[in-house]
Every structure is written in C-alpha cells, then in structure tokens.
C-alpha cells in the first residue's frame, strides 16, 4: 500500500524523507536518496546528517525547508496535538515537497458492525476503550482542518481498508488477537483482557458464522504540499 502511496504524490525519486509514528521503520520506500537514520520514533533518509538523539516530532531540529517528503503513521497521539506535528511538518519541508498521513478511523469503526469490524467486540464490550480511539485519533475532518491552518494547499483526503489477514478458524483468530492486539486493548486491564480472549470465539461464531472471515481496519489517508 505504501509504496503505491507514495508513488502517487509525484515528488523527486531522489528526495530526503522523514518517517515518523507508528511502525514506520518497517515502511519500504520506491524513492528516497542517502543514509537511513533510526532516531527514536524518528526515520530520516538523507544525504546530511543525522537528527540529534532528542528529536521528536515536535521538535526535529532539522533545518527549515530541507526535506522533501514527510510521512506520518498514526503520529499525531491526539486532536489537539495534530496541528504542533504538521505545523512541524510545514517547517521541514521544502517548497513544493509533501506531506501524507495515515490514521486509524475509529469513528468510522465505532458507527460500523462486529460483521465488517470485529475488534468493534472490544469497544462493545468495554465503552472506554470506544471514548479513548475517539480521543487519541484525530477524524478525516479534523486532518483537514488542521492541515490547512498549519500552510498546506492542495490537500484530500479519503478512507479505505487496511487488510489485516483472512481466517479461517476462531481459535487461530483469537491466538492473533493475544499477540497482536487491537487498537485500545492495552487499556485493559488483565482480568478484561483475559474476559475478552475467554468471550471471543463464541463471539465470534455470531460475528462470522461461516467461520472464514477477512479481517480489516478502517484508516484514513491525507495528504497535501507545502506551497
């Protein structure tokens, strides 16, 4: 998915990238040139130097106007705190260069169904954890409002589904769920986790009765340059 991402925004093949959130290390990149540098949660492909040890998303410490390419993966933490990581992003990057973000949609996840969604069960079974990934993830329109007071033009933004794997037995599904995880399982506590994992696969039964089944998560996608 990346990669034809990426391709998309028609930016320099050459050009220097900052990577931050979640998972971005394991991102494989069809254009970037230089050194990769791993600084924290931090990812920086470039032909200079290396972020310092304390960069943060908020406070990179990279030189204004210098990347072409900033790519964000449920980076922002909250709502609120949205606008400090793009208007970071804004500073970085160069006239012309893009930035693409990607984040968990819990509100189109918390309006669907078990039968589309099943880690929707969590959130069923355990509200809080429904008021935490509304909280923690900022919606399609709150991306596009930050986007814009932070200088960018040019933005959209859309919703798709990220595959997360095809099953074709419950317990295998549930093996998965213990290790994995789902968005907001680890705001249980151990005896609700160990009530969700006992509960799961007769839920699962209702939820997908044919027992093969396709799990997905919805997630947003933005993206926009800087003018």
Do not use: C
Not at 8 to 28: K, M, Q, S, T
Not at 76 to 103: F, H, I, Q
Not at 138 to 161: C, E, H, T
């Amino acid at each position: 998915m990346w990669s034809e991402l990426i391709v998309n925004l028609d930016l320099p093949p050459a050009g220097e990238i900052l990577l931050a959130g979640d998972g971005v290390a394991d991102i494989e990149l069809p254009i970037g040139a230089g050194q990769r540098f791993d600084v924290g949660g931090l990812v920086l492909v470039t032909r200079g130097e290396a972020p310092g040890p304390d960069a943060t998303l908020i406070d990179t410490g990279l030189e204004d106007d210098s990347i072409d390419l900033v790519i964000l993966r449920d980076a922002a933490g909250s709502t609120t705190n949205l606008v400090r990581v793009l208007t970071e992003s804004y500073r970085v990057l160069k006239p012309g260069g893009g930035v693409m973000l990607t984040e968990f949609d819990a509100g189109t996840l918390l309006d669907a169904r078990p039968q589309l969604y099943p880690q929707l069960i969590l959130s069923n079974m355990f509200p809080a954890v429904g008021d935490y990934l509304r909280r923690r993830h900022p919606r399609q329109m709150d991306i596009g409002r930050s986007l814009v007071r932070a200088g960018f033009k040019d933005g959209d933004a859309y919703s798709l589904d990220f595959p997360l794997g095809h099953y074709s037995d419950y317990e295998t599904y549930v093996d998965s769920v213990a290790v994995e995880g789902w968005r907001g399982m680890d705001q249980l506590t151990a005896e609700e986790l160990d009530e969700l994992l006992d509960q799961l696969p007769e839920l699962m039964k209702s939820v997908a009765p044919a027992g093969e089944f396709d799990d997905i998560e919805p997630v947003t996608v933005a993206r926009a340059y800087k003018p």
